[in-house]
């Protein structure tokens, strides 16, 4: 784990129905760590069942080291950390952060940037779009949001590119042909996506399938861990046993019975808390981004942020 940072909520403004912005300064007033576009924090949110960590992208100015700002959508099947932050995060509350970790960098010496965002998936396409109006770089944004209200940011996205930002709102039913968007292009062009993981999958298949090297897509996805059967992690180094209830990851299990496993993501795609298996007496449920087939099929690997056991009990190499 990152080294964390003292912060407090110094302003949190309502966006649009169900998404918060929220502006994060040091609680000892000092300048914050540079970080580059495409980053995120992992936020230590003190929900009543204790700690919960959880992954957000940086939208604001990498250059302000005064304030980091965040944007967060309040989860339908939130786990508690999004329905906290709009329930019951206060201004002036302290929180912990971690440093900035960015699995989603710009490609800088790309001919022409092609910038996608789905839903709240437009934070981190905001910072990309900053540094490239710094930069002076060729690119364009396209934006796919539900409805006019919910396309947040796109004023300073507008700021930042102008008549290079196109719009997709889905009330309308306009809808990003991702044939066309990716039709044409010259080589050296570089195309970047931050949304719902169908979009995700479907920009992907398209990019391969029209000859796009995977060098030249890249995307950006937290998972959340999903819930399942209670099971119990025997930890192989000392013998020690682990429960993890229905709505826990293993992540957080291992985390409150006091081991220190490693993570960067907290959401299936970085591979930072890779874990090798011992033992298992039951199926591996995978939620990950980061194995192959052919790694989860040997039943020796497991993600603990998003993966856990269908019942019985795990040994892992920790």
């Known amino acids: 784990m990152s ?6 909520f110094s302003r949190i403004i309502e966006l649009a129905p169900g998404i918060r912005e929220f502006w994060l300064t040091r609680d000892d007033g000092g300048e914050l760590p540079a970080y580059s576009g495409g980053s995120h924090i992992v936020l230590s949110l003190p929900l009543p069942g204790g700690v919960r960590r959880t992954p957000y992208s940086l939208v604001g100015d990498p250059n302000d080291r005064r304030k980091w700002r965040i944007a967060v959508r309040r989860q339908e099947q939130s786990r508690g950390g999004s329905a906290w932050l709009h329930e019951g995060a206060r201004e002036g509350q302290a929180i912990k952060i971690s440093t900035p970790v960015n699995l989603f960098p710009m490609a800088r010496l790309a001919r022409h940037h092609i910038l ?45 590119a102008g008549d290079r930002v196109r719009c997709y709102v889905t009330s309308r039913g306009e809808t990003i042909d991702f044939r066309q968007l990716l039709g044409g292009r010259p080589l050296g ?118 993966s856990r056991l269908a019942g019985g009990c795990i040994t892992i190499n920790l």
């Open 189 to 306: 062009t570089h195309a970047y996506l931050c949304g719902p993981q169908g979009m995700v999958e479907d920009f992907h298949q398209t990019a391969r399938a029209m000859g796009w090297p995977d060098t030249h897509v890249h995307s950006e996805r937290f998972l959340a861990p999903p819930p399942g059967d209670p099971f119990t992690v025997r930890l192989a180094r000392s013998g020690r046993e682990v429960a993890v209830g229905a709505g826990q990851s293993m992540l957080e299990a291992l985390e409150a019975a006091g081991a220190e496993p490693p993570f960067l993501c907290r959401g299936g795609a970085c591979g930072q808390c890779e874990t090798s298996v011992v033992a298992c007496d039951s199926d591996i449920q995978h939620n990950d981004l980061f194995l192959s087939q052919a790694e989860r099929d040997s039943g020796r690997k497991i993600m603990p942020c998003v």
């Open 3 to 8: 080294a964390e940072i003292g912060v407090v």
């Open 116 to 160: 996608v965002a789905g839903g709240i998936g437009v934070t981190p396409i905001v910072s990309h779009a900053r540094e490239l109006a710094r930069l002076g770089a060729s690119f364009e944004v396209h934006y796919a949001h539900r409805a006019p209200e919910f396309g947040v940011l796109l004023y300073e996205l507008r700021q930042l």
